[in-house]
């Protein structure tokens, strides 16, 4: 069974750049699409990047495109996503899936983007 973990979150300035990262367990993760995910309060939950197995296609929702990145190392299992230019309302929790199935969600982590 496929398990992802989120980091890199926390309480960060506007501006300059944080790397999220979601490492997941197990074999499979190197054939699926994996896409990061937010949601902030009261909101409900948006894709924000998504890539695909090999990395050939990569698509970014209109609020993060020219400020986020998002790559991933299929030898260490772990999907990244570049943060740069924080803006406040980057602030939400941020989840990595796997998709697989139904889906695999990690557990997310929070980002608080604050002056």
């Known amino acids: 069974q496929v398990q992802l973990v989120e980091s890199g979150g926390g309480l960060v300035h506007p501006g300059g750049s944080l790397r999220l990262s979601c490492a997941a367990s197990?074999?499979?993760?190197?054939?699926?699409?994996v896409g990061w995910y937010r949601q902030a309060p009261g909101k409900q939950r948006e894709l924000v990047a998504a890539i695909t197995a090999r990395a050939g296609k990569i698509v970014y929702a209109d609020t993060v495109k020219g400020r986020f990145t998002i790559s991933r190392d299929n030898a260490q299992n772990t999907v990244y996503l570049e943060m740069s230019s924080r803006k406040p309302k980057d602030t939400a929790v941020y989840y990595c899936?796997?998709?697989?199935?139904?889906?695999?969600w990690g557990q997310g982590t929070q980002v608080t983007v604050t002056s």
């Open positions: 197990g074999s499979i993760f190197s054939a699926y699409s």
């Open positions: 899936r796997l998709d697989v199935g139904l889906g695999v």
